[in-house]
T-cell receptor, first 110, second 113 residues
Framework: TQLLEQSPQFLSIQEGENLTVYCNSS?????LQWYRQEPGEGPVLLVT?????EVKKLKRLTFQFGDARKDSSLHITAAQPGDTGLYLC??????????FGTGTSLTVIP | KAGVTQTPRYLIKTRGQQVTLSCSPI?????VSWYQQTPGQGLQFLFE???????NKGNFPGRFSGRQFSNSRSEMNVSTLELGDSALYLC????????????FGSGTRLTVV
């Protein structure tokens, strides 16, 4: 049983479109992180959220942590080919061990 | 600031052999974690070291082991390799525990034949 469910699993869109990917769990977590991973490389941290209801923006990316701290969403505005990659969410209760979702593989077609 | 360095980048080993992977964390980072990534299972936590002590361990068999040196560099070892051990092994460092994010290395791609 996966601790974290990410949806959709795969997403292919045209350049310029908007998209939202989700990270859901039945458990409450103290913090949640989003990463992007490109083929052949390690994941790169995009954001950390710790407060329920928190919204953070990183250029065209908007991250939201659910009020109950069980879920999160990542919204990308006007997607570009450089956004292509595997988007992973990771959660922790203790701060010592993080659990990763299986990811959303995003392809942005020029 | 140099990133997390993992060596080697690629390895091909035969079933039954053992392998040692190396990780040099970002300078000043005392926490080093190892993850196994496969297409079917995603990223699975192996273990975390902090100041030369294993602080957390994931649900992997005893064939998987690791250690951390006084300079925070870490190694992981897999003995008696099985075909299912083929994966991307990722090392990640953090300044300490808590809500800090990981900085990952580029990984070691291990293929067991």
């Amino acid at each position: 049983t996966q601790l974290l469910e990410q949806s959709p699993q795969f997403l292919s869109i045209q350049e310029g479109e908007n998209l939202t990917v989700y990270c859901n769990s039945s458990s409450v977590f103290s913090s949640l992180q989003w990463y992007r991973q490109e083929p052949g490389e390690g994941p790169v941290l995009l954001v950390t959220v710790v407060t329920g209801g928190e919204v953070k923006k990183l250029k065209r990316l908007t991250f939201q942590f659910g009020d109950a701290r069980k879920d999160s969403s990542l919204h990308i505005t006007a997607a570009q080919p450089g956004d292509t990659g595997l988007y992973l969410c990771a959660v922790s209760n203790t701060g010592n061990q993080f659990y990763f979702g299986t990811g959303t593989s995003l392809t942005v077609i020029p | 600031k140099a990133g997390v360095t993992q060596t080697p980048r690629y390895l091909i080993k035969t079933r039954g052999q053992q392998v040692t992977l190396s990780c040099s964390p970002i300078s000043g980072h005392r926490s080093v974690s190892w993850y196994q990534q496969t297409p079917g299972q995603g990223l699975q936590f192996l273990f975390e070291y902090f100041s030369e002590t294993q602080r957390n361990k994931g649900n992997f068999p005893g064939r998987f082991s690791g250690r951390q040196f006084s300079n925070s560099r870490s190694e992981m070892n897999v003995s008696t390799l099985e075909l299912g051990d083929s994966a991307l092994y990722l090392c990640a460092s953090r300044p300490d525990t808590g809500a800090y994010g990981y900085t990952f290395g580029s990984g070691t791609r291990l293929t067991v034949v």
